[in-house]
């Protein structure tokens, strides 16, 4: 079946650092791709998503490219700061929207240390 | 997006009871999830429910255990039948909608805890 794998946290950064997460997945077909994310007390907000191959999301600084080569869709942000401290879960639709349910990656921790 | 509303925002609850959980959007939608998101694990997707048909359920949920409602296109409820602490949980709604299209958007999550 269908899974997203991302790497564990939690991640620690020094605020202005370089931020990458990374994400893969499995799936049949061709799915689309979205960066989640909850703030500390706050519920899951969509951050990005990319529904075709080479299509780059972008949204709040942060990035992600889907790699059908790869099968990756990793997070990106060139500068960091403390208020994006937060979980950040990595999914796919299989469907190639919201048609289905959401297949999610176990979520990384980023702390932002000041 | 649509604003979506879930009550309770928390419960704490005794083994062998149920709950209902409740969730409302102020909008329109045709299809309306349900996940689960158990203590340091991912979110799961427990059933898709469509107004007017019966909901279907993921690999590992049946409808004796969560039973789910869909009486109009803005409300659903799900239950967590005879509780057990394994239950405990955040329960999330889902709606697909708003912009950009074809996205999931979610409410804020009842935090279930059984004893």
């Known amino acids: 079946g269908d899974s997203v794998t991302q790497m564990e946290g939690p991640v620690t950064l020094s605020e202005e650092a370089f931020l990458t997460i990374n994400c893969t997945y499995t799936?049949?077909?061709?799915?689309?791709l979205f960066w989640y994310v909850q703030y500390p007390g706050e519920g899951l907000q969509l951050l990005l998503k990319?529904?075709?191959?080479?299509d780059k999301g972008s949204n709040k600084g942060f990035e992600a490219t889907y790699r059908k080569e790869t099968t990756s869709f990793h997070l990106e942000k060139g500068s960091v700061q403390v208020s994006d401290s937060a979980v950040y879960f990595c999914?796919?639709?299989?469907?190639?929207?919201?048609?289905?349910?959401?297949?999610f990656g176990k979520g990384t921790h980023l702390i932002i240390q000041p | 997006s649509a604003v979506i509303s879930q009550k309770p925002s928390r419960d704490i609850c005794q083994r062998g009871t149920s709950l209902t959980i409740q969730c409302q959007v102020d909008?329109?939608?045709?299809?309306m999830f349900w996940y689960r998101q158990q203590p340091g694990q991912s979110l799961t997707l427990i059933a898709t429910?469509?107004?007017?048909?019966?909901?279907?359920?993921e690999s590992g949920f049946v409808i004796d255990k969560f039973p789910i409602s869909r009486p109009n296109l803005t409300f659903s409820t799900l239950t967590v039948s005879n509780m057990s602490p394994e239950d405990s949980s955040i329960y999330l709604c889902?709606?697909?909608?708003?912009?950009?299209?074809?996205?999931?958007?979610f409410g804020p999550g009842t935090r279930l805890l059984v004893l």
């Open positions: 909008s329109q939608v045709t299809m």
């Open positions: 799936a049949t077909g061709y799915p689309s």
């Open positions: 429910a469509n107004q007017g048909s019966e909901a279907t359920y």
């Open positions: 990319a529904t075709k191959a080479d």
């Open positions: 999914a796919l639709s299989a469907s190639g929207g919201g048609a289905d349910g959401l297949t």
């Open positions: 889902s709606v697909e909608g708003g912009v950009p299209q074809e996205t999931q958007y």
